[in-house]
């Protein structure tokens, strides 16, 4: 069960590390595409008109707002997976140090009190990053890139 463990371990910083090394390749392309959804967001407050004060500002101010929105979301997007990345790992380890101690049965306890740790501080920064934009009036959906 160690090597098991021990490969899926590997696997997971394998798969961070080219996370890291392909994020700059797509950064002018998530950038474009965020440019023009903004464009498409602005049209669509233009003909709704369903929320006053964003449908009173200039098409700089409203372009400035949506894409600052958009970038503020995806850093503390960013910030959130890390931080969750962490403490997964965090969580493996202390499963390592309780598994040496109460064996496979330790393990499964600490991960998965790490798993509803994660779950739920996920869920608690997700609407955290929201609430503003969303009391300000802002559609979320429309403004991620995926």
Known sequence: MGILLEIGLVLVIIGVVFTMATRGKNANERETLTERRVEAYMQTIRRERSNPELSAMSDVELRDLLL????NLKIETERKTWV??????????????????????????????????????????????????????IDIERLKVE
């Open 84 to 137: 969750l990345v962490g403490i997964g790992a965090v969580s493996v380890v202390a499963g390592f140090v309780v598994a040496n101690q109460d064996g496979p049965r330790g393990f499964a306890i600490a991960l998965a009190i790490g798993a509803v740790a994660i779950y739920g501080l996920n869920e608690f920064w997700s609407r955290r990053m929201r609430d503003p934009l969303v009391a300000r009036g």
């Open 68 to 71: 600052s929105s958009a970038r």
